[in-house]
């Protein structure tokens, strides 16, 4: 047994376990906690060589305390995403997002680059789970930046389906939020932590033994009993003691000899920073300055900074090296322990510890070091010299992309040491505006905008002020900037049209139709004078939202796709609308579910590399079309999905609706009604609030209150207009018919028959006509009517609507004495509902025509089990068919069109379903059941 390890035998042991379950399919996360000194590295270092040993993929780094403001810094250093060693094609593209490579043309902001970098590194995990259990060892979280928490976050909450094993050591000391809710997080899962208290006297005199080769005496044994437990203070107390040479074996004993050696090390700190005495005065002056770089060393950069030879800074480290202070990685040299570091830096005084970091950046500077590594030194400082600016002015985009939170202070500094006057000012202004918006500080970014216009009218400091007022939800005031940028001399047509185009969007918004209209137009007609691409994209895109907010769906579809063909492959990160995910909106409207489905599953994809400005609103989209063509489970796992990411549009109110519209209706909503939310006044609660008051109207109906569910929804009806207008709102007219019908309020009924055919006239669909079929057909209790709604909510491909269709001829039938149609139209309702388990649609369907004295004939089709194989939906059965062919959530997604979310979703329940807990233990269970 190693020295080090001496006293942590159980520990080792509990940690052995763990790996072999991961490495059997069940993975699991662990939390090692301890002080400084106390083992942790030591224990990391016993779980990557008892992995390795199992023919795990380990995967291990640490955290730095200088780098707790780069994003990724952590995780990328864990898997070798820094590294600059060779790496495959997806490796590779994931170390460019990192990088920020082609950033500020894909994302809108950090945030949005960050989800985008943050589900590429999933996607990989993903991959390298799929092809092999895989051990993640991050030491040092204490210093974690916050995207690399996200990243181990997100990697907890599935970590039991793969074949994953997770280790985080962290100081016991107080934690930073982000790394505090880690922790919280990965407990409230499951994550075991393991605790490293002092070892015990026993152990003490053990790890004492395996450095002596012999037992410590008394004496001895009363020294290193001042370490308290901590086994790397053990052990340079007693390596203190055998420089001192007081220590002597006798008849097999080591102990101290004669007297107490005078002034033994107090602390670990001080018995450390004994080891420098026996460097030569230039070595331990040479690692002091090391010290304050950072906890690696590169000679060459090292020799630089110093401006000293590189021959005499190489002996300098490797005499630090032999004094155990050092350790050679292969690479470049890495302090032993983070302690000795931050102890032999505080030697320096500040002031000398500043001038180091500013010499430092300046190298590096000069050297092409990565930017953030450069803004870190020259952040220490508290001047900025001429040098520093040029530097600024040529890296800030590289700078802002990879490092926000460095490259605000910094312009800041900038700005103030040059002339307010001189070009350089304008230029840096510029770039702590666009700055400020990637940081996602929109507030302070318009103010930054302003100040910046007051002596230079720049277009694009308009356009970003348009971007900082959209960003806070004040449309308003985006469209007055825009409308001033439009009143500035010399402004070429391009950037009008591009003015004009984002003022379009945000007047839809607004429901100014009338004005938005006429700035598409103008947009289209500007870039089309400049050959501006962008500018006439963004008025075809302009023109479609409005087309839609006029019900012309074909007319949406036909703007949108000039939309696209004219941005090509330049869709801009900065759009107020994605025509993607619009593509698939106006196909869903028109009854194309195939192509709709497709072109939202594009939507996905985009939307996941560009930072999911608008994946909410996809996931969304894909949720209400498996609602309507009878897909409910996979509807249900589009809205957790949506649910689980960025939603800056407030598309949750439509989800959570739709989710409970889907369970009410399954006779499986147990809530108050007031447990539904109201939507609100935002743009998600007024185009989707018509879902919420639907769900709550159908939860009062439940409850046998049907005047209350009708006078819930009719008005959404009554009062639709804009952004929820007739023509996105007409599911309800099912409902809206057969409720008015059953409180006998004719004049209602009449009214919604009127409007549904007005609506259908305008711009027939099958949905549109079976829809007006069935108010009419309910409104002159019309059977053949009704039938023939079934009929064309059968050829739309809407099973529920069918389902209704036929549940409201078979009412009326009975009424007519036609019992033998009557029965059979209501055979054919429940087997509409059957397929959806809509359990409570099924319900009142039988309750309804009982009191006609209609009773089924038959049974319906048995119920779906809700455990086992035959519990699996035919999305579930092509999940698990692919899990057990060992492909990975990526792969999956992109054979099925969903995204990597939806399949880790879709595996969570499969597992649920079949009593299993990973994707190693399905993979038997499909070999088994196919033999």
Not at 692 to 716: D, F, G, I, K
Request: aromatic content about 4%.
């Amino acid at each position: 047994m190693s020295a080090h390890t001496v006293g942590r035998e159980a520990e080792s042991a509990r940690v052995a376990e763990l790996a072999a379950r991961a490495a059997a399919g069940n993975g699991a996360s662990l939390l090692v906690e301890g002080e400084p000194g106390i083992g942790k590295t030591t224990l990391l270092d016993t779980v990557a060589a008892e992995c390795a040993r199992l023919g795990m993929r380990v995967v291990r780094g640490a955290a730095e305390d200088l780098e707790q403001r780069l994003p990724f810094a952590a995780i990328g250093t864990c898997l070798g995403l820094r590294s600059g060693t060779k790496q495959d094609a997806t490796t590779a593209r994931v170390a460019g997002l990192l990088r920020g490579e082609d950033a500020l043309g894909q994302s809108v902001a950090a945030v949005n680059h960050e989800f985008a970098a943050t589900e590429a590194i999933l996607d990989l995990m993903d991959q390298w789970c799929a092809a092999g259990p895989v051990a993640l060892i991050v030491d040092d979280a204490q210093w974690a930046d916050p995207s690399s928490v996200l990243v181990l976050h997100r990697l907890g909450q599935g970590i039991g389906q793969q074949p994953l094993l997770m280790v985080i050591a962290v100081r016991s000391a107080p934690r930073d939020e982000p790394v505090a809710g880690l922790i919280r997080g990965l407990q409230a899962r499951g994550s075991e932590v393991l605790r490293l208290e002092p070892l015990p006297d026993a152990a003490v005199a053990a790890l004492v033994r395996e450095i002596l080769a012999a037992p410590p005496g008394e004496a001895l044994a009363g020294l290193v009993a001042r370490a308290g437990g901590n086994p790397m203070y053990v052990t340079e107390l007693v390596d203190a003691l055998n420089r001192a040479a007081a220590i002597t074996v006798d008849g097999g004993v080591a102990d101290v000899a004669g007297r107490e050696p005078q002034a033994l090390p107090a602390s670990l700190v001080e018995s450390v920073l004994r080891r420098l005495d026996f460097l030569p005065r230039n070595a331990r002056d040479t690692l002091e300055m090391a010290a304050v770089l950072g906890p690696t060393v590169d000679v060459t950069e090292l020799s630089r900074v110093l401006d000293s030879p590189l021959g005499a800074v190489s002996e300098a480290l490797v005499q630090a090296m032999e004094a155990g202070l050092l350790i050679d990685n292969g690479r470049q040299f890495v302090f032993r322990h983070d302690l000795i570091r931050e102890a032999l830096a505080e030697h320096l005084p500040a002031a000398v510890r500043t001038a180091l970091r500013l010499r430092a950046g300046e190298v590096l500077a000069a050297a092409g070091a990565p930017v953030e590594r450069v803004a870190e030194h020259l952040l220490a400082g508290t001047a900025v010299d001429p040098g520093t600016v040029d530097w600024l002015l040529s890296q800030s985009d590289a700078l802002i992309v990879r490092a926000p939170r460095l490259a605000v202070p910094l312009l800041r500094r900038a700005l103030a040491a040059v002339d307010s006057g001189a070009p350089a000012a304008d230029a840096l202004r510029l770039h702590l505006v666009r700055a400020l918006l990637w940081d996602g500080d929109p507030v302070e970014a318009e103010r930054a905008a302003r100040a910046a216009m007051l002596t230079n009218g720049d277009p694009a400091l308009h356009w970003l002020l348009l971007q900082a007022c959209y960003r806070q939800g004040r449309l308003d005031e985006a469209v007055t900037v825009a409308e001033e940028a439009l009143r500035l001399p010399d402004l070429a047509p391009g950037q009008a049209g591009r003015f004009h185009g984002f003022a379009a969007t945000c007047l839809f918004y607004l429901e100014r139709f009338d004005a938005g209209e006429l700035a598409a137009r103008l947009a289209v007609e500007e870039g089309e004078a400049d050959r501006n691409t962008q500018a006439i994209g963004l008025g075809y895109l302009g023109l479609s939202a409005l087309r839609f907010a006029d019900g012309d769906m074909a007319g949406a579809y036909a703007h949108n796709e000039r939309a696209l063909a004219a941005f090509g492959r330049g869709i801009q990160p900065d759009l107020q609308a994605d025509p993607y995910a619009m593509r698939g909106y106006c196909l869903l409207e028109l009854d194309r579910f195939a192509e709709a489905d497709e072109a939202l599953a594009t939507a996905v994809r985009h939307n996941q590399a560009t930072g999911g400005v608008y994946l909410a609103l996809t996931h969304a989209l894909r949720a209400r079309l498996r609602f309507l063509d009878g897909r409910w489970d996979d509807a249900l796992a589009e809205i957790e999905t949506g649910l689980d990411g960025p939603d800056p549009l407030g598309q949750a109110v439509g989800l959570r609706a739709l989710a409970a519209l889907i369970a009410i209706r399954r006779g499986a909503y147990h809530q108050d009604l007031h447990a539904l939310p109201e939507p609100g006044e935002g743009v998600g609660g007024r185009k989707y609030g018509y879902l919420t008051r639907w769900a709550q109207a159908l939860l009062e109906e439940s409850r046998s209150r049907p005047e209350r569910a009708l006078e819930l929804l009719y008005p959404v009806w009554e009062r639709a207009w804009g952004l929820d207008q007739r023509r996105i709102i007409y599911r309800v007219c099912a409902d809206l018919a057969r409720l008015a019908t059953v409180v006998g309020d004719h004049k209602r009924a009449a009214d919604l028959a009127d409007t549904s055919e007005a609506l259908a006239a305008g711009q027939p669909t099958r949905s549109l006509e079976a829809t007006a079929l069935l108010c009419r057909g309910l409104a002159d209790d019309d059977p053949d009517r009704l039938l023939s709604a079934a009929g064309a909510f059968h050829q739309a491909g809407w099973p529920l609507h069918e389902g209704q269709g036929y549940e409201s001829a078979a009412t009326v039938l009975a009424r007519a004495g036609r019992e033998t149609e009557a029965r059979e139209a209501l055979g054919k309702a429940l087997d509409r509902y059957a397929g959806l388990e809509a359990g409570w649609d099924a319900d009142r369907a039988e309750a309804r025509l009982r009191q006609a004295g209609i009773r089924r004939g038959r049974h319906g089709p048995r119920k779906r089990p809700k455990h086992g194989w035959a519990a699996l939906t035919g999305t579930e059965n092509r999940v698990a068919l692919m899990v057990a062919e060992g492909r990975s959530n990526p792969d999956i997604a992109a054979q099925m069109f969903l995204s990597r979310r939806t399949v880790q979703t879709h595996v969570s329940s499969i597992l649920a379903k079949l009593s299993l807990s990973s994707r190693v233990e399905l993979a038997i269970s499909m070999s088994r059941r196919e033999a």
